[in-house]
């Protein structure tokens, strides 16, 4: 490893002075102004990793949900997975070094992790649609080849076809080809024979309205359309022709807002969904006779999965542990749904994917959703012949799963340091501040059906308080008077919080 070289590249890659960031759930994230240095450093810890593995290693250039101007990065490990958690500490350790440091922190991963730099590397590099992502995309490259590591660039997909690629790699081609004309005959063949299985309307050509969020989706869907057209007419808004990445359009809008995308005129009866910016979530939803909006979200995706799943198994008189694994923004209508009335066990993680996915793996099938959609979209679009029965039963409360909504207020920079606050129990308790959990626990005895909790983001510099109660209004008071607390109990600073009713 030709430490001279590399600190001279990385000069030309420079960190500005006093900057960190973390590598949270989803990587880095922030302004695309201050990434460069990120991207250059990550590109290095790439190489490092693909040699300790002896396994192609990937780099997505994305910030998902985040604004246009946002960007990120994230690692993918050899089998599709995120990044191991140990590596994740690497990585904060090497984007927040100062230049003068960034040898010495190079040199202790590699005595850490007992790195064989003799050792190939391969890494394989793609992005999303956003105007700042090809040029960070080169300032990965850089970092690549300067430790002597050879890459692919593969331009523009979605975060689940990169992760797609670096399994196929890796499997030696079982998996199936590590290319988009791979990954298209691979998941249209098992959505078209899913839907041979599940139909129930003859020969009726289905139809979709997808919402692309202005990103990435649209274009790699136009890709693979032609592969499932035959059964399914996809209607693409929010294309990137018109409107900016993720602005008042996309998954994450439509779940925290409540209400559809911009730039998609709804009919009743309609099914409609929606992606992110790297097309790795999506949310289903529709009006009613009546005008109202319902949401199809993650939560209730995962039980119409889960219960097609068990439908099924009973059918063929298999008995196999399925097991749905949720975090803590599950809706509690969804999880006693999911273990009343299905009689399927739940287990709650932390939040973010990677500690689903690792749960999940527990099982002999392992469903996982999270609220905010990250999961898998084609299971869902087959199985949609039960997702309005479903969604009925859940926000009618039938089958003893009571109905409950929602509340979330975000603390942004309310709070003087989000790591003030400590929990434990998959999230769903406090333990610091001393005395925060013990108020919550007496604020929420005051409701029905009710519970609320509070994190730190992983992603952002945001307190977020959580709230759940059995009316909109209730919710909504017990997030307000929560986020009260927090304000008062670890460190508010600023405009206290404002009530939301």
Not at 73 to 84: C, I, Q
Not at 157 to 173: A, D, E
Not at 267 to 275: M, N, P
Not at 415 to 442: H, W
């Amino acid at each position: 490893m030709d430490l001279e070289a590399v600190c001279k590249r990385s000069a030309l890659h420079a960190k500005p002075q006093g900057l960190i960031l973390q590598y949270g759930t989803a990587g880095f994230r922030t302004n695309a102004q201050h990434l460069d240095h990120i991207m250059f450093r990550m590109g290095l810890l790439a190489v490092l990793r693909s040699k300790q593995t002896r396994s192609t290693i990937g780099v997505m250039v994305t910030a998902s949900h985040n604004p246009e101007e946002d960007n990120g990065v994230k690692l993918v490990d050899p089998l599709g997975e995120m990044l191991a958690p140990s590596w994740e500490e690497h990585a904060t350790c090497l984007a927040s070094a100062e230049e003068q440091d960034v040898r010495q922190v190079l040199a202790a991963i590699v005595e850490k992790e007992a790195v064989d730099l003799t050792q190939t590397a391969f890494v394989v590099i793609a992005r999303d649609t956003r105007p700042s992502s090809e040029k960070l995309s080169q300032s990965v490259i850089d970092g690549v080849t300067v430790l002597g590591g050879q890459f692919h660039d593969y331009g523009l997909l979605t975060t689940p076809q990169l992760h797609y690629m670096v399994y196929c790699r890796n499997s030696g081609g079982r998996y199936g080809q590590a290319t988009v004309e791979g990954y298209c005959q691979k998941l249209s063949k098992a959505f078209v024979d899913l839907t041979n299985q599940v139909s129930c309307s003859g020969d009726v050509k289905r139809s979709v309205k997808v919402d692309c969020a202005n990103g990435i989706g649209a274009l790699k869907l136009r890709e693979m359309e032609h592969y499932f057209s035959r059964g399914l007419s996809v209607l693409l808004f929010n294309d990137g022709t018109q409107g900016r990445l993720n602005h008042l359009c996309g998954a994450d809008f439509v779940k925290s807002q409540q209400k559809p995308p911009q730039g998609i005129e709804m009919k009743s009866g309609e099914r409609c969904c929606s992606f992110d910016g790297d097309a790795d979530r999506i949310v289903y939803y529709y009006c009613d006779a009546d005008g109202h909006f319902h949401l199809i979200d993650g939560d209730k995706i995962a039980t119409l999965i889960s219960s097609f799943l068990k439908e099924l198994l009973l059918e063929i008189g298999e008995s196999v542990n399925l097991g749905v694994v949720q975090t803590a923004y599950a809706n509690g209508s969804s999880t006693r749904y999911l273990e009343e009335v299905m009689k399927v066990p739940v287990y709650c993680t932390k939040t973010g994917v990677k500690h689903l996915h690792h749960k999940a793996q527990e099982f002999d099938i392992g469903v996982y959703f999270e609220a905010n959609g990250h999961g898998t979209a084609l299971f869902s679009e087959a199985v949609e012949v039960k997702i309005k029965r479903l969604a009925q039963e859940l926000d009618d409360g039938k089958g003893k799963a009571a109905r409950t909504l929602a509340s979330i207020i975000d603390l942004f920079n309310q709070v003087a340091d989000r790591r003030v606050i400590s929990t434990t129990d998959a999230e769903r308790q406090a333990v610091t501040p001393p005395g925060l959990q013990e108020a919550i626990n007496d604020l929420v005895k005051k409701y029905t059906l009710a519970r609320a909790f509070v994190r730190p983001s992983g992603t952002e510099d945001i307190v977020r308080v959580y709230a759940e109660a059995n009316s909109q209004e209730s919710a909504d008071r017990l997030a307000y008077e929560v986020s009260l607390l927090v304000f008062q109990l670890a460190g508010g600073i600023g405009e206290r919080p404002q009530p939301t009713f």
